[in-house]
Each structure stands twice: as C-alpha cells, then as structure tokens.
Antibody, heavy 119, light 108 residues
Framework: QLQLQESGPGLVKPSETLSLTCSVSGGTISSSRYFWAWVRQPPGKGPEWIGTVSYSGSTYYNPSLQSRGTVYADRSKNRLSLRLSSVAAADTAIYYC???????????WGPGILVTVSS | EIVLTQSPGTLSLSPGERATLSCRAS???????IAWYQQKPGQAPRLLIS???SRATGIPDRFSGSGSETDFTLIITRLEPEDFAVYYCQQYDVSPFTFGPGTKVEIK
C-alpha cells in the first residue's frame, strides 16, 4: 500500500524559505507511470496545486507562485521535496504531497502538514 | 486560469436523502478532465470521480458524476453517515490545474 508522509517545520518566519519533504513508502517514485505533486490548502479554503515533478525530474509549476517554488524528486532516497521562498502570511496552509498523473489527477495523498508563516 | 465555482456552499440533508452538487467552470473544460474529491475533517482529499463520471477504485456506486463544457454535477443517491463531508471539483484540463471552493454536505 502506497504511503506518503510530509515532514518539515510547522512554523516559518516571513521572508524565509519553507522546506518540506515527502517520504514515499510502498512504492517507488522512479516509476515512469506516475508524477508527484505538491498541493496546499489554506484554512477553510479549497486546495491549490503548487507543482508537479516527474520521475525524471521534469517540473511543472503554478504560475501564481511567481517562481518562488521548487519541487524535486530524490530517487536515491525515494522522497520528494518542496521549497518555497520569500514566504508571507498568505502561504500559511496545510501542505500535501500526492501521487498523480501529468495533469495532477491525484489518487494518493499524504496526511498533510500545517505550515504557519508568522514572526 | 480556469475558475471553478461550486454550489451550494452548504447542503443540509438527512441520511438517505439525495445530494446534488454543482460545479461550474469559467470556460469550457473537456469532460475528460473533471474530478471530484471528498474531504473529511483532518484528512486529505480523497479521489472519488475522474473523467467527470468514472468512479475511482473502491468508490460505491451511490456516487455518480456527469456534465460537460462548463457545468458538472456530482450526485450522491442515498446519503450514508460517512458521506457527510466537503466535496471539491477539480479541472485538470488546462494548467494551472484548479480546484473549486467546495460544497459542505452536513447533517440536517
């Protein structure tokens, strides 16, 4: 059974960089069949697609992030990472990693991690 | 960016009743690329429907989806206690892939 688990700091200061990791077990991120996405959900709102990375490292991003986001697939450790620079209060959200296809149809999700941006 | 609008915001129903949830897109979306997710408090979204009408693995047949172009519908024929949750539609036709704001189905 595929499992995804996000980890990282729950509190980040404004203007700093948010860094999260997603550990994948029960499957490999090296499969060409799947893509891996990060999605965030501000409290009380709908989800927002952040970006997607393929097994080969190709990346696709939501332009709303204005180039602040970087997603990476570490095949040697079977894990994903997300970096979001210059964070502000509006970046406060639950961050999820998920498995999907190129178009971000997401069939397996991690439980999510709440990240608060505050000084 | 394609904006998805969901209505109603909240649906108050009793177990056994039928729920009809609407999702409207700001521009035409291929029905091949409309999905519905269910989210319960403290949990991640769960994929219910893809391709506007195809149930994901393990999803009971009381859930059905339909629609085309800009108007899509999720129907739950007979609400079970575990169906009370928030439902999101998603378009994965055009990047950036977007989600709606959700419809909360609550117990009346």
């Amino acid at each position: 059974q595929l499992q995804l688990q996000e980890s990282g700091p729950g509190l980040v200061k404004p203007s700093e960089t948010l860094s999260l990791t997603c550990s994948v077990s029960g499957g490999t991120i090296s499969s060409s069949r799947y893509f891996w996405a990060w999605v965030r959900q501000p409290p009380g709102k709908g989800p927002e697609w952040i970006g997607t990375v393929s097994y080969s490292g190709s990346t696709y991003y939501n332009p709303s992030l204005q180039s602040r986001g970087t997603v990476y697939a570490d095949r040697s450790k079977n894990r994903l990472s997300l970096r979001l620079s210059s964070v502000a209060a509006a970046d406060t959200a639950i961050y999820y990693c998920a498995r999907g296809d190129l178009r971000a149809l997401l069939d397996y999700w991690g439980p999510g991690i709440l990240v608060t941006v505050s000084s | 960016e394609i904006v998805l609008t969901q209505s109603p915001g909240t649906l108050s129903l009793s177990p056994g009743e039928r729920a009809t949830l609407s999702c409207r897109a700001s521009q035409s979306v291929s029905s091949t690329y409309i999905a519905w997710y269910q989210q319960k408090p403290g949990q991640a979204p769960r994929l219910l429907i893809s391709g506007a009408s195809s149930r994901a693995t393990g999803i009971p047949d009381r859930f059905s989806g339909s629609g085309s172009e800009t108007d899509f519908t999720l129907i739950i024929t007979r609400l079970e206690p575990e169906d009370f949750a928030v439902y999101y539609c998603q378009q994965y036709d055009v990047s950036p892939f977007t989600f709606g704001p959700g419809t909360k189905v609550e117990i009346k």
